[in-house]
T-cell receptor, first 112, second 111 residues
Framework: QQPVQSPQAVILREGEDAVINCSSS?????VHWYRQKHGEAPVFLMI?????EQKGHEKISASFNEKKQQSSLYLTASQLSYSGTYFC?????????????FGKGTHLIIQP | NAGVTQTPKFRVLKTGQSMTLLCAQD?????MYWYRQDPGMGLRLIHY???????AKGEVPDGYNVSRLKKQNFLLGLESAAPSQTSVYFC??????????FGPGTRLTVT
């Protein structure tokens, strides 16, 4: 069962902040975040593990709320290079060797 | 290092034809995956392999078969292509079931 991402799309001005949410109806073991540029392959951003702490990568960070089975991706002071489609991928049992279940994606457009 | 490569990059098939997509990795990873990506649907797992000689079904396996005879290669086969299989196909690999490394994709059109 696919996780639900929100919003479906967002348009920002350069320098503004954005939050992308990923919710699951099933208990999560981990959440992965990927970014995909048009015509390219998805690229890994970060992973949030159950019981783990908030992760960060420069101005992109994420959190994992185990009680709500939800993860949020935070993009601070967005740059033009942040444009793309963001996907969360979920793992429902330990390990994750059996692949990820991806949400439908959030389209992010950053305007100058 | 090439990382993860996919062959071919583009292909047009007629309904009923067969083809094989090849994924090759030089990262010595144990786990390999085939996903398909359709507009508005995200990526969906077709089949996966946790090691040489092993394969398992993912979320949308119907109409596809796979083989992993060598650790570095994962083949995806379409025995009788259908228009519903028009999609972009991505292969991915990982060693520790953490970060997945994706290939560049194969764009397949079935007419």
């Amino acid at each position: 069962q696919q996780p639900v991402q929100s919003p479906q799309a967002v348009i920002l001005r350069e320098g503004e902040d954005a939050v992308i949410n990923c919710s699951s109806s099933k208990a999560l073991y981990s959440v992965h975040w990927y970014r995909q540029k048009h015509g390219e392959a998805p690229v890994f951003l970060m992973i949030l593990l159950k019981g783990g702490e908030q992760k960060g990568h420069e101005k992109i960070s994420a959190s994992f709320n185990e009680k709500k089975q939800q993860s949020s991706l935070y993009l601070t002071a967005s740059q033009l290079s942040y444009s793309g489609t963001y996907f969360c991928g979920t793992v429902y049992s330990g390990g994750g060797a059996d692949g990820l279940t991806f949400g439908k994606g959030t389209h992010l457009i950053i305007q100058p | 290092n090439a990382g993860v490569t996919q062959t071919p990059k583009f292909r047009v098939l007629k309904t009923g034809q067969s083809m094989t997509l090849l994924c090759a990795q030089d990262m010595n990873h144990e786990y390999m995956y085939w996903y398909r990506q359709d507009p508005g649907m995200g990526l969906r797992l077709i089949h996966y392999s946790v090691g040489e000689g092993t394969t398992a079904k993912g979320e949308v396996p119907d109409g596809y078969n796979v083989s992993r005879l060598k650790k570095q290669n994962f083949l995806l086969g379409l025995e009788s292509a259908a228009p519903s299989q028009t999609s972009v196909y991505f292969c991915a690999t990982t060693q520790s079931s953490y970060e997945q490394y994706f290939g560049p994709g194969t764009r397949l059109t079935v007419t």
